[in-house]
């Protein structure tokens, strides 16, 4: 089949959901969705053919069970298709619909007609490769967080550390962030980002996305303080960030950290004490979590 492209479906426990985007997305994968299946999760995700064979398929299925044996999770179910050209792009798309998140905020997939009206701040997006859509528990617990941080008043600078398709920084701008700084390692998710904030009409200079990691955003910052962080990534990648992301915080810097699951959220808190932080709420939906927390 010329131009055509693996439809990889993958039924899985709620708690791998974000371990297994980031296996898809370092694997090359497309256009990724979620939706709930009873008590479990169906993932689909796309990849050109001319990327990947048989076996490749065969050795992500491997490491995805070996993902869910080190986390002591049940073994996802895997399942792969070629279809044609003309059908990719428009499959995973048919399960995504309008999500109101918190009270304000209004996550609009780009595709759709422009709603005449609506009392929420719209958010339009078109993922791509990028992960988040608003539709996953950390994204969501997230822009809940953003919007009671961003309500009271502190429209300072943000930093978006691995800003994937860009969502939260674009929520932090809509709720009213002076400046938003979103990085990310994925040039993919640069680009995401980048589309998102043009398709969203916020400017180049209030939403600076650039491909990296902490380091880069302190020459982007020319190492001046940031008001607020943002990190939606994996938790053992957050441990990692948190001595670094403390560099960038002033004495009033709070932080939303997620992409967190219950059980790692002590070792998170450990971390962030050794570095002066002062976990101010946590929240939890299902087996995720998110930090609010601020300098102490």
């Known amino acids: 089949m010329a131009n055509s492209w693996w439809e990889i479906k993958i039924l899985c426990d709620s ?16 256009g990724m969705s979620s939706e709930i299946k009873g008590n479990s999760h169906l993932l689909c995700s796309y990849l050109p053919q001319i990327e990947a064979q048989l076996l490749d398929l065969a050795a992500l ?3 995805l069970r070996q993902d869910a044996l080190t986390l002591g999770q049940p073994i996802p179910m895997m399942h792969w298709r070629l279809i044609d050209e003309e059908d990719w792009a428009s499959n995973w798309k048919q399960h995504w619909q309008p999500q109101d998140i918190g009270d304000k905020l209004l996550i609009y997939p780009a595709w759709l007609p422009v709603p005449e009206l609506s009392e929420r701040l719209l958010l339009r997006l078109d993922p791509g490769a990028a992960f988040g859509t608003g539709t996953h528990s950390t994204t969501q617990l997230c822009l809940e967080a953003l919007e009671m941080r961003l309500g009271d008043g502190s429209n300072g600078v943000v930093a978006d550390i691995g800003c994937g398709s860009g969502i939260l920084s674009i929520g932090a701008v809509l709720l009213g962030a002076k400046k938003v700084y979103g990085v990310d390692i994925d040039p993919l998710a640069v680009r995401s980002a980048r589309s998102n904030r043009d398709l969203n ?7 600076v996305v650039e491909r990296g990691s ?6 982007l910052t020319k190492n ?3 008001d607020g962080i943002l990190c939606n990534i994996l938790a053992e990648v957050i441990i990692d960030l948190i001595p670094d992301m403390s560099a960038l915080a002033g004495p009033k810097t709070w932080g939303i950290l997620s992409g967190i699951l219950l059980d790692q959220a002590k070792s998170i808190a450990d971390i962030l004490e050794q570095y002066n932080w002062v976990v101010a709420a946590l929240w939890k939906r299902q087996e995720w979590c998110c930090f609010n927390i601020r300098r102490s």
């Open 61 to 63: 299925s491997l490491w």
């Open 224 to 226: 001046q303080l940031v």
């Open 214 to 219: 902490i380091d880069k955003l302190q020459k």
């Open 15 to 30: 708690a791998l959901e974000d371990l297994i985007f980031w296996r898809l997305e370092k694997f090359g994968c497309r």
């Open 201 to 207: 009409q916020i400017s180049a200079q209030q939403m």
